[in-house]
């Protein structure tokens, strides 16, 4: 998030950055398991600018837009009275000064999650017909 505009250019952490963290919203969804939870996702990825990403296990939708109160000269608006998710973002790990935007995985059209979908079902297969191997062989 935008420091607040009295730090000077040299010292603010966000002086090169044109507010990355302000342009997006992601939000954390349930790690698909099942056939629906897939096509849920691949729903949501069917639309414009939304996109979705795997992180440590975890699975957020991303929706590219940018916060209404960011000025046109990357600043926040309303420094002050900015949501608790803004306070509690830090310069240090932020995606410009830290290491980008954190994914392991990136889908941004359906083909990809059906690709996905159809890889973890197959291993999903893989491991149950394993499984009933060593039970058999016992
Ligand atoms: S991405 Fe980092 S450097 Fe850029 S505005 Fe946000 S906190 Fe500042
Ligand atoms: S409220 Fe301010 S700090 Fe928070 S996303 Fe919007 S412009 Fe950025």
């Not at 849920?40 to 991303?62: A, E, L, N, T």
Request: proline share 5%.
């Amino acid at each position: 998030m935008k420091k607040k505009q009295t730090i000077s250019g040299t010292r603010n952490p966000c002086s090169k950055c044109d507010a990355m963290c302000c342009r997006y919203v992601a939000v954390q969804i349930d790690t698909p398991t099942t056939p629906t939870d897939f096509e849920d996702i691949r729903w949501y990825v069917s639309h414009r600018k939304v996109w979705v990403f795997m992180d440590d296990g975890d699975w957020y939708v991303c929706l590219d837009t940018p916060c209404k109160f960011l000025s046109r000269d990357h600043r926040c608006k309303i420094y002050e009275a900015r949501p608790r998710i803004c306070r509690k973002y830090t310069t240090r790990t932020c995606e410009f000064n830290g290491s980008g935007r954190p994914f392991d995985q990136k889908f941004t059209h359906p083909r990809q999650i059906q690709d996905y979908a159809d890889a973890y079902f197959r291993r999903r297969r893989a491991k149950v017909r394993a499984r009933y191997r060593r039970l058999r062989a016992r």
